[in-house]
């Protein structure tokens, strides 16, 4: 039986948009014995109103923030081209609707890459299923998905989850050993360190 590492994001996070490489790699070279689970996390809820310009000035800040400590890229056209929303859960029920088609990572990846270096805005519904068809999707399965009331059960399960793991921030990672709860030290550009966590907790709990 495989121990579960919860991983817990939001496809709209700038944070765990810059630890996708890390992130990927983790996953290369974690043991075998552990298995690796997104949560969705929901950092932002539905509007359909414009971020104030305090909050849009402040999230730019951060974007150049973590480009200067973790080597990411962003096209901060975003701000300029984009009518942005603080509204990050029709992303996170996109995901749950690629997962549904088997292309989670694939959708997760697509979002960051639209957001964070096509100043597309993922809080629109018209760019998600863009997104989609550029996955070669069944875009009439997505669309009514997105939609529906088992996408929006799925999605409030992980919110249930990750409230449950007592994750308050993203990216998180949770591992689980029994009904044990070990948080990981996240670590930017440092994924061996990463993995000693992870292995010195394996020792010591008796994986």
Known sequence: MKNKL??????????CYAFKKDLD??????????????????????TDEIM?????EK???????????????FNHDFWRLCKPRRSTYPACKAVLCAKEQNMEDEMIN?????????AKNPSDEETLISLAQDLKLDIEK???????EKIEQL??????K??????????????QYKKELYPINIEYNNVNNILKHIENLSSNIYF
């Open 6 to 15: 919860y991983y817990i994001h939001d496809p709209m996070c700038s944070w």
């Open 25 to 46: 790699n983790l996953k290369k070279k974690l043991p075998k014995n552990i298995e690796i689970i997104n949560i969705l996390g929901g950092l932002a809820k539905d």
């Open 52 to 56: 104030p310009k305090e909050m849009q």
């Open 59 to 73: 999230i730019q800040t951060v974007w150049y923030d973590i480009e200067k400590f973790t080597g990411a890229k």
């Open 110 to 118: 697509s979002i960051q890459k639209a957001y964070y270096l096509k």
């Open 142 to 148: 997505f669309s009514n998905d997105l939609k529906s």
């Open 155 to 160: 999605f409030q399960k992980d919110l249930e």
């Open 162 to 175: 990750r409230r449950e793991l007592k994750v308050f921030n993203f990216p998180s990672l949770i591992l």
